[in-house]
């Protein structure tokens, strides 16, 4: 503990040292604020061009992107100038957040995204101050109760400047773009005690960003080591790399690591450099799960603001839990996230909906019974403490918000949330709990009473284990009293001239090559053809380049394949001559979803007819992958605990632009 307080220290003192002539720290904006404020926050981001890949965001992050949106929306720049206000002085409170009511029903489930909260828990108090004592050296209190638990969140010392500032403390960790959820790390548990370093100015013009951090895990009993169990706290840590290349568009490559914990010990930092760059080498040890490094999950996420007229913002996060068919790249046991957010639909209103799939063996752990955890919640998305902790069940769950925003700047957010565990047979691995369809529907309501933000919030439904719930409970933040409210209505954003919005139709033909079973030679399909739909928006990132990301639907060997275009680049050639190069994740539908990357090339002949380009591409498919869950699976051996497909391609298809 001494040297690792020592070394705190010299990093510290380092990082001061170099901050001459820097910029300085930034204060972190609350997590799950006010759904007004955290509205305008997020047109801000749209408006400004300024993807948000990870949380909680740095104001600074804001405030740079603020130049941008006074272009579209003055009124809007204005009220989150205002709220920023509480942070640019010595000293301030910026949260203070009471919420209190009444919960009924039969439900303990967790509430999504709350740090643990319950839902039968009827009040929570939040709060946050700070100290500014120098640019370059900032500390935070905060805290966050409710009945049962009250947590530091928020209460972290801040040291450096604008490419590389250290955090030491209860900061809050979110490694998506997605707003309900996140697969790998979120507000779903309580916030772990961190150090962490990161930037918040991107780097190059290839945006470079980054967060590395390292925390200590809640107890855990049962840790496999060795052939027997141990009892500790494992360690955690944690990596996102981005790049925000061009305007609006950036992807992230994320990693959580566990490890350590009882007699497992520490583990030194070359075991874990290791790990993260050889994680096949180091979990694969003669003696199974008890002598393997740990427990690690990875993701890819990419999001793209689409400046249309109406814009918008398309997220997605594909992550896995394991290695799938050797190779540290191919993921096992996969998710699946896709978001569309709409901030600016027309003058009031705005439109989100997020949606979410994960094979059966998520947040399931041979080494850690508990998995990724913290005080007995998982760390990544809300699903996980909707089932029977430990059971292999797959499922999906979709999030479908709109809001409306008054004359007089109150507002209004109508939510439903609803989840389906897939519980038919091989599916679930505890039958003894029969899942049933969770439901919710909530109504929140944000005003003003004397110039201090209120509100009103109402939610009603069933979780997952068919039992009911319903709360009623309002807030008020004495912190936020001086920020401003305007009662004048936005103005619709303008259209970038640069964006270009298409859809295709065509024809794809295919084959498929099956890795099912040992006793099943390993074969190539008969080709056959089949129909093609995609969508997708590309932006110029240059004179000749565009970037953008798509969605494809294609019949392959009579089943559906869904693949999402995380990356999408095309270069025009010459005047009417395009080519172009994707990479993304592909979702085969053989009697269950088995996913993989996939990736491909072609060439284009723009505007063959006014708005109409004809296009070929050529397409490959790398070990999509399941678990064998089905009854006429073929029977599982050692080696080959999946099953996995090769999928090769051409497509032919007209492109409408727009």
């Not at 909680?56 to 003055?74: G, Q």
């Not at 009471?98 to 039968?120: I, K, M, Q, T």
């Not at 240059?542 to 639907?553: A, D, I, P, W």
């Amino acid at each position: 503990m001494k040297h690792r307080l020592r070394n705190t220290l010299i990093v510290a003192s380092a990082l001061y040292s170099a901050c001459a002539g820097a910029r300085g720290v930034s204060p972190y904006l609350p997590l799950h604020l006010d759904p007004e404020i955290e509205r305008q926050i997020e047109r801000v981001m749209v408006l400004g061009g300024k993807p948000v890949v990870r949380r909680p965001i740095p104001a600074a992050a804001v405030l740079d992107a603020l130049p941008e949106a006074c272009k579209v929306d003055r009124t809007l720049c204005a009220q989150v100038r205002s709220y920023l206000s509480l942070f640019m002085n010595d000293r301030g409170v910026t949260l203070l957040q009471v919420n209190a009511g009444a919960a009924f029903g039969d439900s303990d489930r967790a509430l999504p995204n709350a740090r643990g909260r319950d839902a039968d828990s009827y009040w929570q108090v939040a709060a946050s101050a700070y100290y500014q004592a120098s640019d370059y050296l900032l500390l935070t209190g905060g805290g966050v109760a409710y009945d049962g638990r009250a947590t530091l969140e928020g209460t972290a010392l801040s040291a450096g400047f604008e490419y590389a500032q250290l955090d030491i403390g209860y900061r809050a960790h979110w490694f998506s773009p997605l707003v309900d959820s996140s697969l790998l790390v979120s507000t779903e548990a309580p916030s772990l005690a961190s150090v962490t370093l990161s930037n918040y100015q991107p780097i190059s013009p290839l945006g470079f960003t980054y967060e590395v951090f390292a925390a200590q895990m809640s107890k855990q009993d049962g840790i496999r080591y060795l052939g027997t169990g141990t009892s500790g706290r494992p360690r955690l840590a944690g990596v996102q790399v981005g790049f925000a290349p061009a305007g609006g568009y950036a992807i992230t490559l994320n990693r959580l690591m566990q490890y350590g914990g009882g007699a497992r010990g520490g583990s030194g930092l070359s075991d874990l450099f290791k790990a993260f760059f050889n994680n096949t080498a180091v979990n694969n040890g003669d003696g199974g799960a008890g002598e393997q490094f740990g427990n690690q999950i990875a993701s890819l996420a990419a999001t793209q603001v689409i400046p249309a007229r109406i814009p918008f913002v398309v997220r997605l996060e594909f992550a896995g839990e394991d290695n799938s068919y050797g190779g540290n790249y191919r993921l096992g046991d996969t998710a699946l996230s896709l978001g569309v957010d709409i901030p600016l639909l027309g003058e009031r209103y705005d439109l989100s909906f997020e949606a979410t799939e994960w094979q059966n063996a998520w947040y399931v752990n041979g080494v850690y019974p508990k998995g990724m955890t913290n005080r007995g919640y998982v760390l990544g998305h809300w699903f996980g403490d909707q089932r029977q902790f430990g059971d292999r069940v797959g499922g999906w769950s979709a999030l479908l918000q709109a809001g409306y925003r008054e004359d007089d700047g109150d507002y209004w957010r109508v939510r439903y949330r609803t989840l389906d565990f897939v519980t038919s047979v091989g599916y679930q691995s505890l039958p003894e709990y029969p899942y049933r369809r969770l439901h919710e529907v909530g109504i929140d309501y944000s005003t003003q009473w004397h110039g201090l933000p209120v509100g009103a919030a109402l939610s009603v439904g069933r979780d997952a284990l068919g039992e009911s719930f319903a709360r009623l409970t309002g807030r008020f933040d004495l912190a936020m009293e001086r920020v401003m409210r305007s009662p004048q209505v936005s103005a619709p954003a303008v259209a970038d001239d640069g964006l270009e919005l298409y859809v295709d139709l065509g024809v794809s033909s295919n084959r498929v090559y099956e890795i099912l079973s040992a006793s099943t030679p390993d074969t190539w399909t008969p080709r056959g053809t089949g129909y093609h739909v995609a969508m997708g928006a590309r932006r110029s990132v240059s004179k000749r380049g565009e970037l953008g990301v798509g969605l494809e639907l294609d019949d392959v060997d009579s089943r559906l394949m869904l693949s999402v275009r995380a990356l999408d680049y095309r270069y025009r050639l010459t005047s009417h001559l395009a080519a172009n190069a994707f990479f993304g994740v592909g979702r085969y539908q053989w009697e269950a979803p088995a996913y993989g990357w996939y990736m491909g090339a072609g060439v284009q002949w723009r505007n063959i007819l006014p708005q109409w380009d004809l296009g070929v591409d050529g397409r490959y498919y790398d070990k999509l992958s399941r678990n064998r869950i089905q009854p006429g699976d073929p029977v599982a051996v050692i080696d080959r605990p999946r099953l996995h497909f090769d999928v090769e391609g051409v497509t032919v298809y007209l492109s409408r632009h727009f």
